[in-house]
Structures are given as C-alpha cells and as structure tokens.
C-alpha cells in the first residue's frame, strides 16, 4: 500500500500542478521559485511546463516514436536494435528476447529493467513487470506531457561498452539549440554512480555540481566528442530547451533519449550558480 506522503503528492501534482513545483523547488533551494519573472533555469522550464509549451514536443518524450525522429535527424545509425515493443505482457514471447536486453516503459522515467543474463528472469516475471507499468498511475509529477503517450513497453538491444559493462551515459543540456553543459554519468554497474558536469571544451564545471568531487573521479575526453555534440545540436534544433541523452564508448555512439523536463525542472543535482548562468543564457539569447 502507498504510504500516505506518496499520496498526498500524487493528489498534489495532479490538481495543484503549480503548487507541487513550488514545494518542490523550495525544499530543495530553500526559497520559493519566480514563476512570474523566472530567472534561473529551473524557474524557466518550469514556467514552459507550467504553460503548456513542452506539450507540443511530446512525442520526443515516447522512448519508441522518438526513434523515427532520430532517422530523420540523420542518425539512424546511433540506434540500438529494437527487438519488440509492447501493448501488454501477454506479447512478450520469451524465446525471441535476446541474452541480453533493456525493457523501458516509453514515457515518464525509473521504469527499466537492464538483463545482462536472460535466465535471471523467466517469462511470467517480465510479463508481469510489463503489465506493472502499464497500469502505473498517471500526472507523473505534473509532467502532463507524460499522459499524451500511448503507453508501451520498448525492448531494445543491451548497450554493450565492449567490457560487458555499461558504457558512459553523456546528458546533453541544451538551450536554444545549444549545447550549455554536459552532465556525465559514470560507474553506475556500481549502484553508486558519479555525476560530474562539464563544458563543451572538456572542462570540469565543479561549481556546477552540488556533489563534492576531485579530479581523481574525473571522466577523460572522449574521442568522439565532437561528434556526439554534432549529434546533440542536430537533435536539439528548434526546441528552446530538451536534454539530449548519448552513450559512448569513445567509439561508437548511442542514442538513449531526449528529456523534456529533466529531473522534474528541478535540476537537484546542480548549485544555484549553474542554474542561473544558464538561466542567463536562456533570456538573452
């Protein structure tokens, strides 16, 4: 049974979207958010939220229409392989899935599953982790958006780095079709993953990140970055805000997904000054 909080939140978000976004950026920054006049980033996309402007890209949200965007982009070639996508569990046939695989819900976020090693799980279990999700409840957060995809499950290729671990995810922050900050995430076979911001040129953004770190947890370059910011900016183009997700193993790129509203415009893992230089950004250009 929900615990009485998660409840409260869910009637919260559902009817009182505005309300929810300000408790939720106060217990975070311990001030209450600008809606009216927003200055730093997070009052910003929240405000487009807000007014109904993310909802006209919903369809880069859906984990599996997205797909038919990236190939016009012109990065077909950045896809994994999608084995099957599904309406409901009873689809799922067991003998088709690959040794290894990723199931992911196609809307909203947390609803993934990573198989490294297809016996770990037998077909009723992952029948039955598709028909959980489907039946989730809506207004995740107050994230609408969310609620224009038609609900399915997408199966895709496991994104090997070569290692047989997973390869380096790199978050894209990108306004005005720019790409402002890249949030790379790391170690996270580990359970505990590194979140270290950085600058288009490579430079580590310390001051961006609320988390402490040093340079001993420092990622290198990749080879390709180059590329994955090409790939970045193509897919950002036209959409005044999104968060381009790519993977890499200094070779070859992946495509994960593009974010309309990352980490609930909230942008918990950032200080104050990284949201209002991008803020900054944002309103003057």
């Known amino acids: 049974m929900e615990s009485l909080n998660k409840i409260v939140s869910r009637i919260i978000s559902k009817f009182f979207p505005r309300i929810h976004f300000c408790l939720a950026y106060y217990h975070h920054?311990?001030?209450?958010?600008?809606?009216?006049?927003?200055?730093d980033l997070?009052?910003?996309?929240?405000?487009?939220?807000?007014?109904?402007?993310?909802?006209?890209?919903?369809?880069?949200?859906?984990?599996?229409?997205?797909?038919?965007y990236v190939k016009k982009c012109g990065y077909a070639d950045t896809l994994t392989s999608l084995v099957n996508c599904y309406s409901k569990g009873d689809e799922l046939i067991y003998s088709e899935l690959p040794q290894k695989f990723a199931l992911k819900a196609n809307w909203g976020a947390g609803m993934n599953l990573i198989c490294t090693k297809k016996s770990q799980y037998t077909e009723n279990e992952?029948?039955?982790?598709?028909?959980?999700?489907?039946?989730?409840?809506?207004?995740?957060?107050?994230?609408?958006?969310?609620?224009?995809?038609?609900?399915?499950?997408?199966?895709?290729?496991?994104?090997?780095?070569?290692t047989g671990g997973f390869p380096i995810d790199y978050k894209f922050i990108c306004l005005k079709g720019e790409v402002k900050a890249i949030l790379v995430c790391n170690d996270r076979e580990s359970g505990h993953a590194d979140y270290i911001p950085y600058d288009v040129n490579w430079k580590p953004l310390f001051d961006y990140c609320i988390a402490k770190h040093d340079k001993s947890e420092l990622v290198s370059k990749p080879a390709n970055l180059t590329q994955m910011l090409e790939c970045a900016k193509k897919l950002a183009s036209g959409i005044d805000m999104v968060r381009v997700d790519l993977y890499s193993n200094g070779n070859k790129i992946w495509f994960g997904e593009m974010t309309l509203t990352p980490d609930g415009c909230i942008f918990r893992r950032w200080t104050q000054k990284a949201i209002n230089e991008m803020g900054e950004y944002y309103r003057t250009h």
């Open 29 to 39: 920054r311990h001030k209450w958010p600008n809606l009216t006049c927003p200055k």
């Open 42 to 68: 997070s009052e910003l996309w929240i405000k487009r939220l807000l007014d109904g402007q993310v909802n006209q890209y919903y369809q880069l949200a859906d984990k599996y229409l997205v797909r038919e």
């Open 126 to 162: 992952l029948r039955s982790q598709i028909d959980k999700w489907l039946v989730s409840p809506k207004f995740a957060f107050s994230e609408r958006h969310y609620n224009l995809i038609s609900r399915k499950v997408v199966c895709e290729e496991f994104i090997d780095d070569g």
